[in-house]
């Protein structure tokens, strides 16, 4: 299990910075104790912040844009490219 990470990079298409957080991965939860985001595709959330959270296990950026700050808990999700379920921060 991969604990958060948290690297700061520079997105070179405008010169913006922006935090990119390694979620943490977790076992499947058992049903109907947490909210669980499954999608097809990645990102599953986009938004027009300025943080990233990418998979624990692959790296697939699975929130873009995310508002800086701002956190929303005891939801998971299920990663599109590699199946691992990650913690929200």
């Known amino acids: 299990m991969i604990e958060p990470a948290y690297v700061s990079v520079t997105d070179h298409s405008d010169g913006r910075n922006f935090m990119r957080t390694r ?4 076992p499947a939860p058992e049903p109907g104790t947490r909210a669980t985001i499954v999608s097809p595709s990645a990102p599953i959330i986009k938004g027009p912040g300025t943080d990233d959270y990418i998979c624990g296990n ?3 950026i699975l929130i873009a844009g995310f508002p800086a700050g ?3 808990k005891s939801t998971v999700l299920k990663c599109p490219a590699c199946g691992a379920f990650n913690e929200t921060p």
């Open 23 to 26: 979620l943490k991965v977790i």
């Open 58 to 60: 692959c790296e697939k």
């Open 70 to 72: 701002k956190t929303f």
